[in-house]
């Protein structure tokens, strides 16, 4: 286990069998480490691990082989004292009582983890205070709204007061607002609080605004591991869109496909448009001098700024690895 | 690791459930009635004037109300797994620092208060009904209750343990229900291999004190002893089964499932 890590996965393997389509890798030699503190996206298409990833986590899933450790504890051979470190959110709103009250939902987590009632009655008004739930704690869960069912099932999960939270998909379904307040409250409880988040999302808003580093899981496998803005800075220094005055004739645009890989040349009403990405910043120069010596004019050149969503499509077509 | 804080906080949610879900038991409990009055008055007719009705009568009214508080017991455990796994709190109560097993055991002991004293009703409404008024020695009924309802549980667990796996157990369930009948009423001075059935001894037991009127310090210390560790080993043997199933479910990602 690495020195600071409070999740630590090693060489993690979870096979299934199916009588009809045999033996399924969903989770293929994975390792990864999260950092105390940290907020880790965990990105992939659907069906490429990042559940079962999460549920190995949290000892819902036994791994095939590997190891799993949360917080020191061999989640496979401690599950109760890995379990005791953690909380989770699985499918949002699935994970709350709809017959019981917010507030009777919080306090029956809380217990859960052993919490009696009558010392989590400051932080349950908290709660439900910082999630907007005030005015519904004593109605019937059924009655809210997803959105609200599913704050609760997060606050539910806060209540348990664990270093570690893990969440699968804690925005599906939300609406803008509250994926916003969500949001905050996700920064607020690591920075303030010092917990450490794993999520995965599909939505890469939330990941690019709430987490510190990512990792991308693509067929089991972990294709990347690296810090958000790093991930974004690596395209914004090479991505370029040069504005050109004029027609970019045949010729040019056989010397621009040959000089470089990546490159993209729309024309619209006598200006064109040139989408370039350099894996060398360098050969911004050279681009530019190719244009002079055919008399193009440059009307403008901008640095592009793609976001993760953009990063995540083209690290799965492994165009790129950090 | 408080446990009274486990069984404190699942004894709340069962009496606010049964508070909440008062209709649902109400109507449970009057189909149950309802069931009984059409035995009663079915027996009354035909056999009404035999020697020895009142006796036998009495041994139906605890019969059926040992049937009714196992057949609550048991779907306890197997219904609210069924539930759990619907509603999807089944893999928050397996992230439980508890430990599932112990947590479900919370959960069913918490639910016998709500199902004692609802059968406890339903048995002064059944003696007012036939005019039998049974022996209601609680310092006897309520250990040989206590210890028989256990051994229930146990296999509670292991029908739970089958529901978590896979998935549909509703028709083993109500096959159940029928054989629940016979283990209650199985003549166990007859056949003697009987008495090793879950609940068959337990019930032969209660019926002597409800029925013959015995207390539990005048029955034959081994006849007690034989019921502790006969439920002693349907309990423990059920929670082993439902470990058992518990790994495979968490080996096939299953306890999220429905």
């Known amino acids: 286990m690495e020195a600071g890590s409070v999740l630590e996965v090693e060489h993690l393997i979870k096979t299934y ?51 799993v450790f949360v917080d020191g504890a061999n989640a496979v051979d401690e599950p ?89 998909e804690p925005t599906l379904g939300l609406d803008v607002e509250t994926s916003h307040e969500l949001r905050a409250m996700l920064r607020d409880m690591a920075g303030n609080a010092g917990r450490t988040i794993l999520l995965s999302s599909h939505d890469m808003d939330v990941v690019q605004d709430v987490c510190d580093r990512v990792i991308v899981i693509n067929n089991g496998r972990i294709v990347t591991s690296d810090r958000v803005s790093n991930l974004l800075a690596l395209f914004q220094a090479r991505a370029y869109r040069f504005v050109v005055r004029g027609e970019v004739d045949g010729a040019l645009r056989d010397a621009l496909a040959s000089a470089f890989d990546k490159i993209e040349i729309s024309s619209d009403d006598g200006v064109a448009t040139i989408d370039v990405e350099l894996l060398d910043a360098e050969r911004l120069y050279e681009l530019v001098d190719l244009l002079r010596s055919r008399q193009c004019l440059i009307d403008s050149i901008d640095r592009r700024d793609p976001d993760l969503e953009e990063i995540f499509l083209r690290i799965l077509r492994g165009e790129v690895r950090s | 690791m408080k446990t009274a804080t486990l069984y404190g906080a699942s004894l709340r949610r069962t009496l606010i459930e049964a508070r909440r879900y008062w209709f649902d038991t109400a109507a449970g409990v009057v189909s149950i009635y309802g069931f009984f009055v059409i035995i009663f008055l079915g027996a009354k007719l035909f056999g009404g004037n035999t020697p020895g009705f009142g006796d036998t009568l009495s041994g139906v009214v605890v ?35 508890f430990g599932l097993p112990r947590v479900l055991v919370a959960r069913a002991l918490t639910g016998l208060v709500v199902q004692v004293t609802i059968v406890a009703g339903l048995l002064t409404v059944m003696m007012a009904t036939t005019g039998r008024w049974l022996n209601i020695d609680l310092v006897s009924i309520v250990p040989l209750l206590a210890v028989t309802l256990l051994g229930i549980i146990g296999f509670g667990f292991v029908l739970g343990g089958l529901a978590i796996v896979f998935k549909r157990v509703q028709q083993p369930l109500q096959i159940f229900q029928v054989v629940v ?62 470990k058992y199933f518990e790994h495979t479910a968490r080996d096939r990602a299953l306890l999220g499932h429905y």
């Open chain 2, 181 to 242: 009948i016979a283990l209650v009423i199985a003549p166990v001075g007859t056949w003697t291999w009987v008495k090793f059935m879950p609940l068959a001894w337990g019930a032969h037991l209660i019926k002597q004190v409800m029925v013959d009127e015995n207390r539990i310090f005048d029955m034959v210390g081994t006849d007690l002893l034989f019921l502790l560790a006969h439920s002693f080993v349907y309990f423990t043997g059920g929670l082993a089964v439902f």
């Open chain 2, 63 to 97: 019969s059926y109300a040992l049937w009714a508080l196992v057949i609550f017991s048991l779907g306890a455990v197997t219904f609210e797994l069924i539930q759990e796994a619907q509603l999807g709190t089944l893999e928050q109560l397996g992230m439980s620092a």
């Open chain 1, 17 to 67: 069998r199916s009588r009809r389509r045999g033996e399924i890798k969903a989770v293929d030699d994975a390792s990864f480490s999260v950092e105390r503190g940290e907020i880790v996206g965990l990105l992939g298409p659907n069906g490429a691990g990042k559940t079962t990833t999460i549920k190995c986590l949290c000892t819902l899933v036994t791994p095939t082989s590997g190891k």
């Open chain 1, 80 to 168: 109760r004292a890995a379990v005791a470190k953690l909380a989770a959110v699985l499918e949002g709103n699935r994970n709350v009582y709809w017959r019981l009250t917010p507030r009777e939902n919080l306090e029956f987590f809380a217990a859960l983890h052993g919490i009696p009632r009558r010392s989590v009655g400051a932080l349950l008004d908290e709660l439900l205070e910082r999630f907007n739930l005030e005015d519904q704690r004593d109605v019937e869960s059924r009655t809210l709204s997803r959105g609200m069912q599913q704050k609760l099932a997060v606050a539910c999960a806060f209540v348990k007061q664990t270093p570690i939270l893990l969440l699968d």
